[in-house]
């Protein structure tokens, strides 16, 4: 699979035709406070933090764009009137809408606050400060397959210092998530990528602040409506000073 960026220049979407589309929606979670970065990104939300002269969201938007969406949801919060100034309404062929907290929904919140600007049945959810190199197709295909309410994709990482393990029983289901540890101790991480049944987002309570990592999937993992799919991929996150200088040479 070609590196992202390659292709991100959007002038060059057309010169050979998307995949067929898994599915036609996206929802992107940008809504974050990006409290530990901003020491070194302070006037913009982390997703339109500069990356090689392009925002970091560009990416994930280019990612979708090769793996057949039509439409992109993206869901601000801080600073959010910034973001469609700097995307617009089109990336490429993409059609982008926009989702407006106006106060801190979490990432489960932000979600079930843009459930109304969806439509399809299953759709597709990321986090917009991090980046997985990874077939989406693959994803949907496995979601389908295993008939979940929200399929997760898990990825084995050497050092998970800064995340938690994600502990995956028989037939792919999520059976528990682990605090990080305070040692380089290897483990499946969250990659940040999603598939949702639509309907699933009315399970999140509506209004208030509520997170996907504290609140609702485990809650999922209590009714075993959870399941993960392992992915292997180059990834990234530019949620520190550090992992951000990073992300100017990872693509």
Do not use: W
Not at 163 to 189: H, Y
């Amino acid at each position: 699979m070609p590196m992202c960026g390659a292709s991100i220049d959007q002038s060059r979407h057309g010169t050979k035709p998307p995949m067929k589309p898994i599915s036609s929606e996206a929802l992107i979670l940008a809504g974050g406070l990006g409290t530990r970065l901003r020491t070194a990104v302070s006037d913009r939300p982390k997703p339109i933090a500069t990356i090689r002269d392009q925002p970091f969201i560009a990416f994930l938007l280019d990612q979708l764009v090769r793996n057949g969406f039509r439409r992109a949801v993206i869901c601000v919060g801080h600073m959010g009137e910034l973001v469609p100034k700097a995307l617009g309404q089109n990336f490429g062929p993409l059609e982008l809408a926009y989702s407006f907290e106006h106060t801190p929904l979490g990432t489960g919140g932000a979600l079930r606050n843009a459930y109304g600007l969806t439509s399809e049945s299953d759709v597709l959810a990321m986090n917009g400060d991090s980046f997985c190199d990874f077939d989406l197709g693959a994803l949907a295909e496995a979601h389908r397959r295993l008939g979940a309410q929200v399929t997760m994709t898990v990825l084995q990482q050497s050092d998970r210092r800064r995340a938690g393990t994600v502990v995956v029983g028989q037939g792919g289901r999520v059976v528990e998530f682990q605090s990080r540890p305070s040692a380089d101790t290897p483990g499946l991480i969250n990659a940040g990528v999603y598939m949702f049944r639509r309907e699933a987002f009315l399970a999140v309570p509506e209004g208030r602040k509520v997170s996907l990592e504290e609140e609702v999937f485990p809650a999922m993992v209590q009714t075993g409506t959870l399941f993960a799919v392992p992915v292997e991929g180059r990834f990234i996150d530019i949620g520190t000073p550090e992992s951000y200088a990073a992300a100017q040479t990872f693509f």
